[in-house]
T-cell receptor, first 115, second 110 residues
Framework: GAGVSQSPSNKVTEKGKDVELRCDPISGHTALYWYRQSLGQGLEFLIYFQGNSAPDKSGLPSDRFSAERTGGSVSTLTIQRTQQEDSAVYLCASSLVLAGVYEQYFGPGTRLTVT | RKEVEQDPGPFNVPEGATVAFNCTYS??????FFWYRQDCRKEPKLLMS???SGNEDGRFTAQLNRASQYISLLIRDSKLSDSATYLCVVTRRGADGLTFGKGTHLIIQP
């Protein structure tokens, strides 16, 4: 079946511009996560959505970052007034919450470059 | 102490050899454990979940030691295609405590 998809695959933007990154999770997966990964670094958790519960935003690095998930499916991560340190690969994952186990499946990521 | 720690490597291992690496976690309330592999410039892919009793999938064996707070991954008869970064993932409670280690870089040499 279809996996997690993300768009765009690459995004180059000028410092100060806003960007929107999209994630389509696996159909039926109730949990959705956003991470970012800088070159040569580990994954940094950003935000987590689970069903209709309030999202866990504890990983968002600043108030320039926000995310929403409409209709329990597609999610959009928005970065306002982008800075060069925002350059990274932004990864989305989804999981089917089953008996407290959260096996996540990742999308291919969006490579964001802020010039 | 970091929540999840892994030896970054690289581990250089000859093809056919057995290799093992550990991941330690600091929070004793951690509930679920996973190993992911990540190829260069690709997204992480789930390799296997780690169960309390230990589990095996082909050449891969994962074990959990709750008393010492570490999980391990053993790869037998290593293949060139096993070259990748292996990420340890630990969940605290529910899914809102997912923590990834920074990964162990494995290079299988012919």
């Amino acid at each position: 079946g279809a996996g997690v998809s993300q768009s765009p695959s690459n995004k180059v933007t000028e410092k100060g511009k806003d960007v929107e990154l999209r994630c389509d999770p696996i159909s039926g997966h109730t949990a959705l996560y956003w991470y970012r990964q800088s070159l040569g670094q580990g994954l940094e958790f950003l935000i987590y959505f689970q069903g209709n519960s309030a999202p866990d935003k504890s990983g968002l690095p600043s108030d320039r970052f926000s995310a929403e998930r409409t209709g329990g499916s597609v999610s959009t991560l928005t970065i306002q007034r982008t800075q060069q340190e925002d350059s990274a690969v932004y990864l989305c994952a989804s999981s089917l919450v089953l008996a407290g186990v959260y096996e996540q499946y990742f999308g291919p990521g969006t490579r964001l470059t802020v010039t | 102490r970091k929540e999840v720690e892994q030896d970054p490597g690289p581990f250089n291992v000859p093809e056919g050899a057995t290799v093992a690496f550990n991941c330690t976690y600091s929070n004793s309330a951690s509930q679920s454990f996973f190993w992911y592999r990540q190829d260069c410039r690709k997204e992480p892919k789930l390799l296997m979940s780690v169960y309390s009793s230990g589990n095996e999938d082909g050449r891969f064996t994962a074990q959990l030691n709750r008393a010492s707070q570490y999980i391990s991954l053993l790869i037998r008869d290593s293949k060139l295609s096993d070259s990748a970064t292996y990420l340890c993932v630990v969940t605290r409670r529910g899914a809102d405590g997912l923590t990834f280690g920074k990964g162990t870089h494995l290079i299988i040499q012919p």
